[in-house]
């Protein structure tokens, strides 16, 4: 299961900064998640709660924000958010695009004490 190993991955990126900071206890961990990622936060939810037992992030609530894919355009140079899996250009309709944001699975808070 793919998101079992996404989850075991995460837990262990939470410890080493948990580690780091001198922290007892995570109380929250606050990942982002792009729609492009192929990451199911349904399921990567669900498998966080059966790796953290035990660990530092026991009680630790996992807030996951979905990040929607943003493309800029290589023929206006425009930037935009795409909410459809439909890679064209909305300001020229062009589809050679690239991808800034939406790909990738990011930790970007971790609440300690
Ligand atoms: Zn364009």
Same mark, same amino acid.
């Given at each position: 299961?793919? $998101?079992?190993?996404i989850?075991? %991955?995460?837990?262990?990126?939470? @410890? !080493?900064?948990a $580690?780091k +900071? &001198?922290a007892?206890?995570? +109380?929250e961990i606050?990942i982002?998640i &792009?729609?492009?990622s192929g990451? @199911?936060?349904h399921?990567? !939810?669900s498998?966080?709660?059966?790796?953290?037992? &035990?660990s530092?992030c026991d009680?630790a609530?996992?807030?996951?924000?979905l !990040? %929607?894919?943003?493309?800029?355009?290589k =023929?206006?140079n425009k930037e935009? @958010?795409?909410?459809k %899996?439909e890679?064209l250009?909305? +300001?020229? &309709? =062009? %589809? @050679?695009?690239?991808?800034?944001?939406g $790909?990738? *699975? *990011?930790?970007? !808070?971790l609440?300690m004490?």
């Open positions: 299961m793919h $998101e079992l190993s989850a075991q %991955n995460l837990l262990t990126l939470c @410890e !080493q900064n $580690e +900071n &001198g007892k206890k995570v +109380n606050i982002k &792009g729609r492009l990451v @199911e936060p399921y990567l !939810q498998a966080f709660d059966v790796c953290k037992a &035990g530092i009680s609530k996992l807030t996951i924000n !990040q %929607n894919i943003i493309i800029k355009c =023929s206006c935009n @958010e795409l909410d %899996n890679f250009c909305p +300001n020229c &309709g =062009s %589809n @050679e695009l690239d991808v800034i944001d $790909e990738d *699975m *990011m930790l970007m !808070q609440k004490e």
